[in-house]
């Protein structure tokens, strides 16, 4: 009868135990996605999402574009940065499809934010990931001097609340394309700071496209990798 009633016990324990054990992989699994959720947002700021309408048509738009090189000291909003970012490469239907056309539906575009002025925005270098409408930092701390002094000390740089900066990797569209790939890039970053200029004059703001940098020190600024290359600056503020 003790032998029975052993065996008999520690059959029940070995189930106890492959139950408890279920329950605890069962858990560990649900928190998954959690923990998951925390790395992958760990230093990426979720934007507020754009809007699509304005009082401002877009041939008003047009009409009121200028390049602005002078801005007030007056903190941009969040819902004003995102706006801005989404004009420039934002997802406007599936699959992936953006604002500004790119040869071949490549998208070789990036799009980098130097904050120093914006309402609960840290200071610091940002990188824009459109499909999930948001900011990952990548240094923290004031860079628009470093950037302005990357560009010859023009002061529209330092000035503005932030500075747009628009990269690209041309080997992705030439792996298409070949030759013709860089003029196909060149083309798409006209789009880009085009539809960044619009957006500026919907929103009150002021911008100026600057091309005349040091290509390297631009790359140290924002952290690029080798094979990315800045292409332009656009500082934008309050007029």
Excluded at 75 to 89: D, F
Excluded at 209 to 230: A, C, K, M, T, W
Aim: net charge positive; with cysteine.
């Amino acid at each position: 009868m003790r032998s029975k009633s052993t065996k008999l016990s520690c059959f029940i324990l070995v189930l106890l135990l492959l139950v408890l054990g279920g329950l605890i992989v069962m858990k560990r699994e649900s928190l998954m996605p959690l923990f998951r959720h925390a790395i992958s947002s760990h230093n990426t700021i979720k934007l507020p999402p754009p809007v699509f309408k304005s009082n401002v048509s877009i041939e008003e738009a047009l009409k009121q574009r200028r390049s602005i090189r002078t801005y007030k000291n007056v903190a941009l909003t969040l819902q004003q940065v995102s706006q801005l970012l989404w004009a420039a490469q934002g997802i406007t239907a599936v699959p992936g499809l953006r604002t500004a056309p790119s040869a071949g539906g490549i998208y070789p575009l990036k799009i980098y934010v130097v904050s120093g002025n914006v309402g609960n925005l840290p200071a610091g270098v940002y990188r824009y990931l459109p499909d999930e409408q948001a900011l990952e930092m990548l240094s923290k701390s004031d860079k628009r001097q470093e950037l302005a002094l990357a560009a010859h000390e023009q002061h529209d740089i330092k000035e503005g609340a932030i500075d747009i900066v628009i990269t690209a990797t041309y080997k992705q569209t030439a792996a298409k394309y070949g030759s013709n790939g860089e003029q196909y890039v060149h083309m798409e970053a006209g789009h880009v700071a085009q539809n960044i200029y619009l957006q500026c004059v919907s929103l009150g703001l002021g911008t100026v496209s600057i091309g005349s940098f040091d290509d390297n020190n631009i790359r140290h600024v924002l952290i690029l990798p080798r094979d990315e290359d800045p292409l332009y600056i656009m500082p934008v503020g309050k007029i």
